[in-house]
Nanobody, 125 residues
Framework: QVQLVESGGGSVQAGGSLRLSCAAS????????MAWFRQAPGKAREGVAS????????YYADFVKGRFTISQDKAKNTLYLQIHNLKAEDTAVYYC??????????????????WGQGTRVTVSS
């Protein structure tokens, strides 16, 4: 089984940057698709970006608009989400997710079977 632990959240002023990390442990070789989601206060969870860990393909939600970059460090079994030019509407709990089932496609719309506990990002204007 894979376990995911997010970190890197915090309070930041609008216009700033953050890099979120998702450290995977356990049977990390079984992860094929990993992604970042977020849930703002009072809103439904939404997909932000995903990456196929074997192929390296990336997918971004339309609202990302070039401000978010997903990446991975295979040696560290860590997934990252770099966020630039943070806006108040980016305030949310950010979650990392993984799908351990073999697949070729990878996006935030697939059913993920492993979730982290989340890391909170608060952006003040």
């Amino acid at each position: 089984q894979v376990q995911l632990v997010e970190s890197g959240g915090g309070s930041v002023q609008a216009g700033g940057s953050l890099r979120l990390s998702c450290a995977a442990s356990g049977d990390t070789a079984s992860s094929y698709c990993m992604a970042w989601f977020r849930q703002a206060p009072g809103k439904a969870r939404e997909g932000v970006a995903s990456m196929h860990t074997r192929i390296g393909s990336e997918y971004y939600a339309d609202f990302v608009k070039g401000r978010f970059t997903i990446s991975q460090d295979k040696a560290k079994n860590t997934l990252y989400l770099q966020i630039h030019n943070l806006k108040a509407e980016d305030t949310a709990v950010y979650y990392c997710a993984a799908d351990t089932r073999f697949r070729v496609e990878c996006s935030t719309t697939i059913p993920f079977n492993v979730w982290g506990q989340g890391t909170r990002v608060t952006v003040s204007s």
